[in-house]
Nanobody
Framework: QVQLVESGGGLVQAGGSLRLSCAAS????????MGWFRQAPGQEREFVAC???????RYADSVKGRFTISKDNAKNTGYLQMNSLKPEDTAVYYC??????????????????WGQGTQVTVSS
């Protein structure tokens, strides 16, 4: 069973950047798809970005052009590069993986394994 650990969250000023990491253990991520989701206080978890095992990506409209998802199979780690951060990006960010990695999915319920989350706070 794969296990995921996120890191890289923190406090940043609006306009700044952060890079989140999602380190996997137990299984290679090569055949998995990966997604990033976020949840702000009092709100439902929402899709941010995903990448298929073949490297195809998809983004939420709210982050398109500012965030970049990637996956380094050699390091068994996924990343979410976040630039031009806005206060509305403040949330707990979660990475997740899906065994059917050839699919791109924005649906949280279709992911098989989740990390514990990392807090991102963007001050105005």
């Amino acid at each position: 069973q794969v296990q995921l650990v996120e890191s890289g969250g923190g406090l940043v000023q609006a306009g700044g950047s952060l890079r989140l990491s999602c380190a996997a253990s137990g299984r290679t991520l090569r055949s998995y798809g990966m997604g990033w989701f976020r949840q702000a206080p009092g709100q439902e978890r929402e899709f941010v970005a995903c990448i298929s095992s073949g490297g195809i990506t998809r983004y939420a409209d709210s982050v398109k052009g500012r965030f970049t998802i990637s996956k380094d199979n050699a390091k068994n780690t996924g990343y979410l590069q976040m630039n031009s951060l806005k206060p509305e990006d403040t949330a707990v960010y979660y990475c997740a993986v899906v065994r059917a990695g050839y699919f791109l999915t924005v649906v949280a319920g279709e992911y098989d394994v989740w990390g514990q989350g990392t807090q991102v706070t963007v001050s105005s």
